[in-house]
């Protein structure tokens, strides 16, 4: 017979387990370097003078959190340089990379874009790298902490919450800092928020390792062979003819969103909506849209399933794109901008909850850190490639037409191109494997 799912009284009582709180605060951690390096510092660069095509081509610096199945085998395998033997493996890498990303954006702030471009890049992509890191050895703790897959779904919850939370921090709250205290103190501010990560980490119990984890790595050839090959051949030999179409699925989910995002604030300084103003919108508004997207698509995932949920999520992502064409050619209109904060922050924290989710359910005990880090790479890398070209997009769209209809013309076309993932997320739930086919015979 099938376990009856958790009610809502359940759920809500989970909220409060320790574990579950160290997970929200090990999420604001993870979360508050993406925008820094991202999104938030293309509002930066734009006030400060850069043109579109710049701030599109610097948002590569997130390619890091694409390429960190490079360096996702040795976290897995090898203790944190001086923190693992007394921290442990998952808690050393935790601290290590948190006080990294916490040291490069307070050379940001130091620094600042006025004093060369160069130098500020190198920071913020050495941030991105430390953060990157940090979202392998997270998402490590979070799976192999989880006692059965309820916990896994409410610490999914609970980590989800505490990054959307952290990307409200500093993609909205920061505005407010910005227009009264200037740039570079808010991201010092930022940078000392890492402390609450710190202080999780430091709170946070060592999981037991697996066995194929644990003891010395082989330096020879088969000995790296196997950690570095081993987690995606056991991903391939597990889902077997499934896989390929996982992969795709999970590579084209938030394209639309990555490659829209670069633009949304230069919009808004075009646009001439106040910084303040955004950031109290996006901090109200926006958090309780995100909160209400996040419990939602966690409730539709313990109640319906998780396949249903991520095809719920595909729809909602791409459609919310719709929202920044509207303001885009409506100008600079405070309901208008409110209902696009609206209609966005719920889609994304929806969104979010469904595909993490979902990855997480696809790894292996013992390869977590790397199946895990294959995924979100996967996630991210299309999406990441296509948004360095997003600035000169709209410039080329420009050509001809008012800035206000190129910013419409190029969310309208983010929209689009999310209807891939939805025709892969049908192809899931109509396709997917009979029960046991994609595990083990044995």
């Known amino acids: 017979m099938r376990p009856a799912r958790p009610g809502w009284r359940e759920v809500v009582a989970a909220l409060g387990r320790p574990k579950v709180v160290i997970m929200a605060a ?52 090898v203790d944190a340089p001086w923190l693992g033997r007394a921290l442990g493996r ?16 307070s050379g940001m702030a130091w620094l600042g874009p006025e004093a060369g471009l160069t130098a500020f890049a190198a920071l913020a992509l050495l941030a991105a790298f430390a953060s990157a890191t940090q979202d392998i050895v997270v ?20 980590y989800q919450l505490g990054y959307r939370f952290a990307l409200l921090l500093t993609d909205a709250l920061i505005l407010i800092l910005a227009a009264r205290l200037g740039w570079s103190v808010s991201y010092a501010a930022m940078a000392a928020l890492m402390l609450v ?83 109290s919108v996006r901090a109200t508004v926006g958090l309780g849209a995100t909160l209400l997207g996040t419990a939602a698509a966690g409730l539709f995932a313990l109640r319906l399933g998780l396949l249903p949920t991520l095809l719920a999520g595909a729809v909602l992502g791409p459609a919310s794109n719709l929202g920044y064409a509207w303001l885009a050619l409506s100008g600079p209109s405070v309901p208008v901008f409110v209902a696009a904060m609206l209609i966005d ?31 979100s790479s996967f996630y991210a890398l299309v999406g990441k490639l296509g948004k360095g070209f997003s600035g000169w997009m709209v410039e080329a769209l420009a050509h001809g037409r008012s800035l206000g209809e190129a910013y419409a013309l190029f969310f309208v076309a983010t929209a689009l191109i999310g209807l891939p993932a939805v025709l892969a997320c049908l192809a899931l739930i109509l396709w997917r494997p009979p029960a046991g086919e994609d595990q083990d015979d044995g």
Do not use: C
């Open 26 to 77: 090990l999420g604001l951690a993870s979360g508050l370097p993406f925008m820094l390096v991202g999104n938030t510092l293309g509002y930066w660069l734009r006030e400060a003078g850069a043109d579109l095509a710049t701030i599109g081509f610097l948002s590569w610096v997130g390619l890091a959190y694409s390429a960190k199945l490079l360096w996702a085998p040795v976290v897995d395998r």
């Open 197 to 279: 990560g710190l202080a999780a980490a430091m709170a946070a119990a060592e999981p037991a390792r697996p066995a194929l984890a644990q003891g010395p790595v082989r330096w020879d050839a088969r000995g790296l062979g196997a950690a570095i090959l081993g987690p995606f051949v056991d991903f391939f030999r597990r889902h077997r003819r499934w896989a390929v179409l996982m992969l795709v699925t999970i590579s084209l989910y938030r394209l639309a969103d990555f490659v829209m995002g670069p633009m949304a604030n230069p919009m808004y300084a075009d646009l001439g909506l106040d910084k303040e103003l955004v950031g």
């Open 345 to 375: 922050n719920f889609s994304a924290g929806f969104a979010g909850i469904a595909l993490i989710a979902y990855m997480s359910s696809l790894t292996s005990v013992g390869y977590t850190a790397t199946q895990y880090a294959l995924l």
């Open 139 to 158: 998402d490590a703790w979070r799976i192999e902490s989880a006692d059965g897959g309820e916990e896994l779904a409410l610490l999914s919850a609970a």
């Open 90 to 105: 998952r808690r050393g890498w935790i601290v290590l990379a948190q006080l990294v990303v916490a040291v490069a954006l």
